[in-house]
Nanobody, 111 residues
């Protein structure tokens, strides 16, 4: 059974940091290509960051220079380090794998 389990969300003041984790299990090539999406209240889901099998990463313009995506293949886990958070970053954050499996999401609230 494929599982993507996000953790690390929470409430933080503007300017603060959080690190999200996404632990993958139940399929091969678990960290070949992974991404983070988010959906804020009343907004459409949007891509935030992605990392390929070669370790190359891409970011939405709105988070460039503040967010960093990384992965630990040994732990089958992908991370999203979020710095300099602002209220516009408040959203439910989801991880997704290359096979379009999604996690349940983790809430990030910036006040």
């Amino acid at each position: 059974q494929v599982q993507l389990v996000e953790s690390g969300g929470g409430s933080v003041q503007a300017g603060g940091s959080l690190r999200l984790s996404c632990a993958a299990s139940g399929y091969t090539g678990m960290t070949n290509c992974m991404g983070w999406f988010r959906q804020g209240p009343g907004k459409e889901r949007e891509g935030v960051a992605a990392i390929g099998s070669d370790g190359r990463s891409t970011y939405a313009d709105s988070v460039k220079g503040r967010f960093t995506i990384s992965k630990d293949n040994a732990k089958n886990t992908v991370y999203l380090q979020m710095n300099s958070l602002n209220p516009e970053d408040s959203a439910v954050y989801y991880c997704v794998n290359a096979y379009n499996h999604w996690g349940q999401g983790t809430q990030v609230t910036v006040s």
